[in-house]
């Protein structure tokens, strides 16, 4: 780039991570090129974005983001640039460098690195901040947020991810104005659920969320469930979930994002379906509008895909059938594609007590078992069957329900 002329430097969270010694998820460029300028010094590059358009440059599997500088409204373009209750609509205009830092969030994320010399460009005392540990947003924290509510998010994260103090500035408006999360498209929020729990630091995450009254917003049912019972079953068996994420993060496991949601949601679910059953509905019925109801419930805030409602639904399905295991069921259960996490998910109701742990216990040993033992652990419990286990598994053949959790309608 700077041999054809242009200024180039990386900005936002590579500096601010390469600063810390840490390796940066990905590398983003700021420049004074038009996006079509870069397209002509990178081949290797392509125009995305039709709102903002920005060049992706392919480096082998890297792929660097290069954005040119963006300025700040003017009196011919500022004309329905906010919206009535302060957010930004349009953030197009390209601009210069000084421009191009207002724009951005917290003072740390606004360094500029220039490639060619190595120097950093600071104008709002960054480096400052990052020496100290300082979270703090450039300009007035308030207008910031009204801009941008999904910022309040980022503080958190970065609080958390950085080891930073959030600055008492912009760390006092978060708990008046943690509402205005509920403006966001629930698909941005999804995303930036899977940053803020998928970051290594799940547990440390959800108290700062719930201490700015922030979660609340993301997952209403679930933070209903946690006032009403906040020292019993659902907050153990959170604490818990989300502690296991964290553990597989640091072992480089992979963590499935709806398994934690699934998690998030138990209790609504589990309190939604003793309703029913309450009501005189059957047990499987129950949990399967249970789930349906709860999932419809919470893509209002957070959407995920169609297919990890599906996951969640199989996961939560699959609890009731661990009890059952006369017959060939415990040995069909095995072969369930999602025995594996149900599994997980009973194992981590047995250790927060929310199920039998001897139950859970035969899972765990039955699964590793040879055949003639599992033939065995089959008869034990075969002798366990009474009237009410016949008069359910009758039930599961007429209807199928347990096998077959049906689609879930999402919208
Ligand atoms: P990481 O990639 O580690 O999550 P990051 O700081 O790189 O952190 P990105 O979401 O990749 O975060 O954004 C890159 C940069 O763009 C940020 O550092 C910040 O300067 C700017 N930015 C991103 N989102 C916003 C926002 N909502 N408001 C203002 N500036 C933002
Ligand atoms: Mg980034």
């Not at 081949?43 to 709102?51: A, E, F, K, T, W």
């Not at 959800?206 to 009403?228: C, I, K, N, W, Y």
């Not at 659902?234 to 480089?252: C, H, M, Q, V, Y």
Request: include cysteine.
């Amino acid at each position: 780039m700077n041999k054809s002329g242009f200024d180039a430097y990386l900005v936002g969270g590579c500096v601010r991570d390469l600063l810390l010694g840490c390796e940066p998820k990905d590398f983003d460029v700021a420049t004074n090129a038009s996006p079509e300028q870069v397209k002509q010094v990178f081949r290797n590059s392509r125009l995305i974005g039709r709102r903002f358009r920005l060049a992706h440059v392919y480096f082998g599997r890297e792929i660097i983001e290069v954005a040119t500088f963006r300025g700040t409204e003017n009196e011919n373009n500022s004309r329905d640039r906010v919206h009535e209750d302060g957010r930004l609509l349009r953030d197009n205009i390209y601009g210069t460098i000084e421009e191009d830092v207002w724009r951005r969030d917290f003072t740390v994320n606004a360094l500029y690195y220039n490639i060619q010399d190595f120097s950093v460009v600071d104008y709002v005392g960054g480096m400052t901040d990052h020496q100290a540990g300082i979270l703090q947003l450039i300009g007035d924290p308030e207008t910031r947020y009204r801009e941008d509510p999904v910022r309040m998010l980022r503080a958190v994260r970065f609080a958390v991810k950085l080891g930073f103090k959030l600055h008492p500035d912009s760390e006092q408006p978060i708990h008046t104005m943690a509402d205005l999360l509920a403006n966001i498209p629930p698909a941005r929020l999804h995303d930036e659920v899977l940053k803020l729990f998928l970051s290594g630091h799940a547990v440390q995450t959800f108290e700062m969320l719930r201490h700015f009254g922030l979660f609340s917003v993301l997952f209403p049912a679930t933070d209903l469930s946690l006032q009403t019972e906040d020292h019993g079953f659902p907050r153990l068996f959170l604490a818990k979930a989300l502690e296991n994420t964290d553990i597989r993060i640091s072992e480089g496991k992979s963590v499935m994002p709806y398994f934690l949601l699934a998690a998030f949601l138990w209790d609504p679910v589990q309190a939604n379906a003793k309703e029913k059953i309450q009501q005189g509905k059957h047990e499987a019925i129950a949990y399967q509008e249970a789930a349906r109801e709860e999932i419809k419930r919470q893509i209002k805030h957070t959407s995920f895909p169609k297919r990890a409602g599906l996951a969640m639904n199989e996961v939560w399905t699959l609890q009731a059938r661990f009890k059952r295991r006369t017959g060939t069921r415990a040995l069909k259960l095995l072969t369930h594609p999602r025995f594996r996490a149900a599994y997980d998910f009973l194992l981590l109701r047995a250790e927060t007590g929310g199920a039998d742990p001897t139950l859970a216990a035969w899972w765990t040993k039955f699964q590793d078992t040879n055949p003639a033992e599992q033939e065995q652990m089959m008869k034990g419990t075969g002798q366990q069957k009474n009237k009410s286990h016949r008069r359910k598994s009758r039930y599961q053949k007429k209807t199928g329900s347990t096998n077959n959790p049906g689609p879930i309608r999402q919208q």
